[in-house]
């Protein structure tokens, strides 16, 4: 099985901030990686899929990179409704989560 | 607009079974596969099972594989999973979930129904 390890799991910032959240792979995904984002009490949101690829309706201020193994989700400017878990997910084989990315107020 | 609705949840001893349906609305749901991904609380989700837009093909995750039975109705464009040999450790929100395409990812959730499996 595919093990996806997500850093930081907590992560402090402020409104304004550059925020970057990193998801490693046990082995090659090659570009077959999505992310989300999960309120309290609410389904995850997709919010980028084949690694760099934006969902329709997610804010450009979203962005995704990597390859293979290390891939990257980067907020360019936090915003007050971006304080939430985010979650990567393989889809290589079967679909794998990471254990989630708090992103919450400094 | 595109509408998953999930339900069958609720409480269960060790060793019970439950049946859970998801009603999809919004969409030609003959056309997708279709999937149930569960949330154990405070963790992160789980992808557990997938079925063919035709039912021709049906997955599992190991943790659930030989328990658990996913099933669809097309004319009744509803989802199923049923789930037999309930552990402690299948505690969980269950969302069904519709893929973007071909590939295991979820671009629509239901809202998710808690199956607490508890003595």
């Known amino acids: 099985d595919i093990q996806m390890t997500q850093s930081p799991s907590t992560l402090s910032a402020s409104v304004g901030d550059r925020v970057t959240i990193t998801c490693r792979a046990s082995?090659?995904?090659?570009?077959?990686l999505a992310w989300y984002q999960q309120k309290p009490g609410k389904a995850p949101k997709l919010l980028i899929y084949k690694t760099s690829s934006l969902e329709s309706g997610v804010p450009s201020r979203f962005s995704g990179s990597g390859s293979g193994t290390e891939f990257t989700l980067t907020i360019s400017s936090l915003q007050p409704d971006d304080f939430a878990t985010y979650y990567c997910?393989?889809?290589?084989?079967?679909?794998?989560f990471g254990q989630g990315t708090k992103v919450d107020v400094k | 607009e595109v509408q998953l609705v999930e339900s069958g949840g609720g409480s269960v001893q060790p060793g019970g079974s439950l049946r859970l349906s998801c009603v999809a609305s919004g969409f030609t749901f003959s056309s997708y596969w279709m999937h149930w991904v569960r949330q154990a609380p405070g963790k992160g989700p789980e992808w557990i099972s997938r079925i063919s837009n035709d039912d021709s093909r049906r997955e599992y995750a190991d943790s659930v594989k030989g328990r658990f039975t996913i099933s669809r109705d097309n004319a009744k464009n509803t989802l199923y999973l049923q789930m037999n040999s309930l552990g402690v450790e299948d505690t969980a929100v269950y969302y069904c979930a519709r893929g973007r395409d071909g590939g295991t990812y979820f671009q629509y959730w239901g809202q998710g129904t808690l199956v607490i499996v508890s003595s």
């Open positions: 082995q090659s995904v090659n570009i077959w």
């Open positions: 997910q393989q889809y290589i084989s079967q679909g794998t």
